[in-house]
Each structure stands twice: as structure tokens, then as C-alpha cells.
């Protein structure tokens, strides 16, 4: 399967109108492999010509549950769960890896709604990790996003999970490494081309 990390097309652009979401999606129903996308903030947050929370419902008709193309050749759509009030959010368990995607932009204009946001996508992390954390194939955990963030709640997942030896990862598109000092993985993989992740024995690969 392939994770698009969000941050599809420039807001400045494309002006975050309902064909370029639309056009996009179909460019990526023509992959062999299913997707699941993430929204980055140029998709929806740095929109000028609409308010964010118009483009982020454009963006979610258009991305959220596209998965569902590959339905009749993957079981990857039958395991993706969402949240219920942000279904940008996804989570599902492959192969003893618990793969967990976030939309990590900020609303600056809905302070609000974006600690809401925040609030009920740490949630439904936390609700993941509970339902999954006793299942002996469980060996890795590795949460995707468009820029850094949720650290908090990724600590609290491998704090929960120390000695079980299960790597706990974030992947994200900035350029670097935060400088914060966690107890999860670090991955930045801003300005490289499609990278293939391999999970073996538990342990994420990059190749």
C-alpha cells in the first residue's frame, strides 16, 4: 500500500478549489497499490480563496475513503478504521504493525476547532493502541503525518508500551528532525522521492 503524506498541490496555486482535489484523487485511483492520503496545511489550511474548514470538507470528499478503489484486490480497506468526527484520521493493523495516520495542520483561524481536532485525534490513538496493545503479533507502531506533531501523545504510547519491545515511529514531511528529545523515532522525509518502508521483524526499513 502507499501513505501520501499530504501536501498534494500549493493552496497559492491550484486555490484549493473542489476540481483540483477532484483531479488529484482520480491521478492516484490509477495506482496498482491502494492509497490512503493525508491532508497537508497547503491542501487545506493555508487555503486563501475559501475558509479551511470549506477545504477540508472539499478535501475530505474527495480523499477520505479512497482506499475503498482497491476493496476487490487488497484486504488493506477492510482493516482501515477512522475517526468518526476527524475521518482523516485512520488506523489499522497489518502484518503485526499498527499503522496510524494524522492530520497534523493547524486551523489559525478556528483555534477551537483545532484543539479539538488535537484532542479527538490523540483519543483516538490512545483507543487504538488499547484495542491492539495485548495482541502478541503486535511489534510496531508507526504513525504517519505532514509535519511534526502529536509527540505528546506518541510519547504516551511508548511509555505504555515499554517492554514489549514494540518500535513506536513517526514519519512525517518536514525537512529535519525535531529537536526534541523523545522516546519514539524520528523520521523526517521532506524533499525525497517515493520511499518504500519495509517492516521486518518488527523494525521499519528504509529503502
Not at 499530504?6 to 495506482?31: H, N, P, V
Not at 502484518?95 to 476547532?113: Q, V
Request: proline share 5%; net charge negative.
Amino acid at each position: 500500500f502507499f501513505i501520501h503524506l499530504g501536501g498534494i498541490f500549493s493552496a497559492k496555486d491550484k486555490g484549493c478549489d473542489e476540481k483540483a482535489y477532484d483531479e488529484a484523487a482520480d491521478l492516484l485511483r490509477k495506482s496498482k497499490l491502494p492509497v490512503l492520503v493525508l491532508p497537508g496545511d497547503a491542501d487545506w489550511a493555508d487555503c486563501t480563496n475559501i475558509k479551511p474548514k470549506k477545504a477540508i470538507r472539499l478535501w475530505k470528499n474527495s480523499f477520505v475513503g479512497i482506499e475503498k478503489t482497491w476493496k476487490e484486490e487488497s484486504n488493506i480497506p477492510g482493516l482501515v478504521e477512522r475517526s468518526d468526527d476527524f475521518p482523516e484520521t485512520f488506523a489499522f493493523l497489518f502484518r503485526g504493525t499498527l499503522f496510524i495516520g494524522m492530520n497534523s495542520g493547524r486551523d489559525e483561524a478556528d483555534k477551537d476547532k483545532d484543539k479539538l481536532r488535537e484532542k479527538e485525534t490523540e483519543q483516538f490513538i490512545k483507543a487504538q493502541v488499547k484495542a491492539y496493545e495485548d495482541e502478541p503479533s503486535l511489534r510496531s507502531i508507526i504513525a504517519f503525518a505532514h509535519s511534526y506533531r502529536f509527540d505528546d501523545v506518541l510519547d504516551w504510547v511508548s511509555q505504555r508500551l515499554d517492554g514489549k519491545n514494540v518500535q513506536v515511529v513517526l514519519v512525517h514531511g518536514d525537512e529535519t528532525p525535531n529537536n526534541k528529545i523523545n522516546s519514539f523515532i524520528d523520521m523526517p522525509m521532506e524533499a525525497v522521492p517515493p520511499t518504500k518502508l519495509t517492516v521486518l521483524n518488527g523494525r521499519l526499513l528504509t529503502q
